[in-house]
């Protein structure tokens, strides 16, 4: 069974950058596309990155595109989340997830990590 463990969340003020790491275990062999899923208090959870099994295949919300990328390295079992220029409305709990195909819909994740607490101030 795929777990997954995030690391990396933590409070930095506006314009910093932060790199959350995701970590997977089991199913060896297996071609998962990972995820990048936040959450804030009061609304629902949102789509942020994606990857293919290979990594040759990215792609984002616009609401992060230009700041943040996504990357893995399979012999890690490791996909990072890389964010510069942070933004208070980039606060929220971070999700990692891992699935069958490169989506931006949560039911085409199957395993989802704890989640991390990402916090910018003003």
């Known amino acids: 069974q795929v777990q997954l463990v995030e690391s990396g969340g933590g409070l930095v003020q506006a314009g910093g950058s932060l790199r959350l790491s995701c970590a997977r275990s089991?199913?060896?062999?297996?071609?998962?596309?990972m995820g990048w899923f936040r959450q804030a208090p009061g609304k629902e959870r949102e789509f942020v990155a994606a990857?293919?099994?290979?990594?040759?295949?990215?792609y984002y919300a616009d609401s992060v595109k230009g700041r943040f990328t996504i990357s893995r390295d399979n012999a890690k079992n490791t996909v990072y989340l890389q964010m510069n220029s942070l933004k208070p409305e980039d606060t929220a709990v971070y999700y990692c997830?891992?699935?069958?195909?490169?989506?931006?819909?949560?039911?085409?994740?199957?395993?989802w990590g704890q989640g991390t607490q990402v916090t910018v101030s003003s």
């Open positions: 990857i293919n099994w290979s990594g040759g295949s990215t």
């Open positions: 089991g199913r060896p062999f297996s071609r998962y596309a």
């Open positions: 997830a891992a699935g069958g195909g490169t989506s931006s819909a949560r039911y085409a994740y199957d395993y």
